[in-house]
């Protein structure tokens, strides 16, 4: 290329100007590799959050999300950097995902959000900008959910063979129950369960697998990883038994006989269960000269042997009651007569054995009946019944602790 003196002059001076501009150019960006430029120290910022800090009637569903003033790293978001808990309780599970396009993180917890409860948010300084600057504290955000509200009714007993009656339910701490309850096939009565998963119940199942005589009064109890055990009365056409059924959480297994002393007619039975899944079971059963008070227990595997609970002998009982602490210790109640009166008795279950049954309503007014027990994590339980004073009849309470 030709070029004359004044061109060839400024040729080296163009160049001389530029280069600090190409050599700027080219070593742009930053030494941090990674992380970014480290020219930027400024924080993170959050600049909205929803629910809103303070709300209210928020709804049991809703996913928490939480938006950034600037790109963020979606790694630091996670699990451990964005929590949520409810007031009082551990953290609530859910699933953890960040938007990178409009620097989103969200929340969406596993199950529905308690009714009316308070639950906090919060972001860790765990999460970081691209340049690795984290944010400047925690961020928290506080809000209270709705009340619950009724759906529409439905039906979950689908089979439409007979008459269908004495419903009983039990939920799980997911929020998945089973429900079980007799129904008559034209021929007998069978004892049938559907399960509720959250969000639609399933298909009504026979659980009663024996096919000897009718079957009533189902009752049901579910743990905290919704194995479920069902319990019922049932003839074998010489006299009523009680039956047990396993659910494992995916399907039920076949029924059991789980009174083994063959005395004389069995009924009322009721069940309860702890956490581990161990349950322990009462009723009622005739000796042929009067009604005893039976149990047995199941370890998590197997049912054992019944065991006579009810060890005075002074006269009749009924209305057995049962109730199980964390710890699979349990605790049955029942009315029993003394032959001048009836009154309240109790027994314990230690884990391992029953102790002797001990009389807990001491008023001597008149008849007590109906009792119900409720038990705490710990073991102490609180029993409540009616009793009649010779004008009225009143409601007790005595406390195990």
Same mark, same amino acid.
């Given at each position: 290329?030709?070029?004359?003196?004044?061109?060839a002059?400024?040729?080296p001076?163009?160049?001389?100007l530029l280069?600090?501009?190409? /050599?700027? &150019?080219?070593?742009?960006g930053s030494s941090?590799?990674? =992380?970014? !430029? #480290? *020219?930027?120290? %400024?924080?993170?910022?959050?600049?909205?959050?929803?629910?809103l800090?303070?709300a209210t009637?928020?709804?049991?569903?809703?996913? /928490?999300? &939480?938006?950034?003033?600037?790109?963020?790293?979606?790694? =630091?978001? !996670? #699990? *451990?950097?964005? %929590?949520?808990?409810?007031?009082?309780?551990?953290t609530t599970?859910?699933?953890?995902?960040f938007?990178?396009?409009d620097n989103?993180?969200s929340l969406?917890?596993?199950?529905?959000?308690a009714a009316?409860?308070?639950? #906090?948010?919060?972001? %860790?300084?765990?999460?970081?900008d691209l340049s690795?600057?984290?944010?400047?504290?925690?961020?928290?955000?506080?809000?209270?959910?709705?009340?619950?509200?009724w759906?529409?009714?439905?039906l979950?007993?689908t089979d439409? #063979?007979?008459?269908?009656?004495?419903?009983?339910?039990?939920?799980?701490?997911s929020?998945?129950?089973?429900?079980?309850?007799?129904?008559?096939?034209?021929?007998?009565?069978?004892?049938?369960?559907?399960?509720?998963?959250g969000?639609?119940?399933?298909?009504?199942?026979?659980?009663?697998?024996?096919n000897n005589?009718?079957?009533?009064?189902p009752?049901?109890?579910?743990?905290?990883s919704g194995n479920?055990?069902a319990?019922?009365?049932q003839?074998d056409?010489?006299?009523?038994n009680?039956?047990?059924?396993?659910?494992?959480?995916?399907?039920?297994?076949?029924?059991?006989?789980?009174e083994?002393?063959?005395?004389?007619?069995?009924?009322s039975?009721?069940?309860?269960?702890?956490?581990?899944g161990n349950?322990?079971?009462?009723?009622?059963?005739?000796d042929g000269?009067?009604?005893n008070?039976?149990?047995?227990?199941f370890?998590?595997?197997?049912?054992g042997?019944?065991?006579?609970?009810?060890?005075d002998n002074?006269g009749?009982?009924?209305?057995?009651?049962?109730?199980?602490?964390s710890?699979?210790?349990?605790?049955?109640v029942w009315?029993?007569s003394?032959?001048t009166?009836v009154?309240?008795?109790?027994?314990r279950?230690?884990?391992?054995?029953?102790?002797n049954?001990?009389?807990?309503?001491?008023?001597?007014d008149g008849?007590?009946?109906?009792p119900?027990?409720?038990?705490?994590?710990?073991?102490n339980?609180?029993v409540v019944?009616?009793?009649y004073?010779?004008?009225?009849?009143n409601?007790?309470?005595?406390?195990?602790?």
């Open positions: 290329m030709n070029m004359d003196k004044t061109t002059t400024r040729w001076l163009c160049l001389s280069a600090p501009l190409f /050599l700027s &150019a080219c070593s742009g941090s590799g990674a =992380t970014g !430029d #480290t *020219s930027d120290t %400024t924080a993170p910022t959050v600049t909205s959050t929803s629910p800090s303070g009637a928020v709804a049991r569903n809703s996913t /928490l999300t &939480a938006t950034f003033n600037e790109d963020i790293f979606a790694t =630091t978001v !996670d #699990t *451990s950097s964005f %929590t949520l808990a409810k007031s009082g309780s551990g599970s859910g699933t953890v995902s938007d990178g396009v989103v993180a969406a917890p596993d199950n529905s959000l009316l409860a308070t639950y #906090t948010a919060t972001l %860790t300084t765990a999460i970081t690795g600057n984290a944010l400047a504290a925690n961020v928290s955000w506080s809000f209270t959910t709705a009340d619950g509200a759906g529409s009714a439905a979950i007993e439409n #063979t007979g008459i269908a009656y004495q419903p009983q339910i039990a939920v799980d701490s929020g998945n129950a089973l429900a079980v309850w007799a129904q008559s096939d034209g021929t007998r009565v069978n004892i049938r369960a559907n399960r509720f998963d969000s639609s119940w399933g298909s009504a199942a026979l659980i009663e697998t024996d005589g009718i079957a009533y009064q009752q049901i109890a579910v743990d905290s479920a055990l319990v019922w009365r003839s056409g010489t006299r009523d009680i039956w047990a059924n396993r659910f494992d959480g995916n399907s039920w297994g076949s029924a059991a006989l789980i083994t002393n063959n005395d004389g007619d069995a009924d039975p009721q069940i309860a269960i702890d956490s581990s349950a322990v079971a009462v009723w009622r059963q005739s000269t009067r009604d008070i039976w149990a047995n227990r370890d998590g595997s197997s049912w042997s019944a065991a006579l609970i009810e060890t002074t009749s009982t009924y209305q057995p009651q049962i109730a199980v602490d710890n699979g210790n349990a605790l049955a009315a029993q003394g032959g009166r009154n309240i008795r109790a027994n279950f230690n884990g391992s054995n029953w102790g049954a001990v009389l807990i309503e001491t008023n001597n008849d007590a009946d109906s119900q027990i409720a038990i705490d994590s710990s073991g339980a609180l019944w009616r009793q004073d010779g004008t009225r009849t409601i007790w309470a005595n406390r195990f602790e």
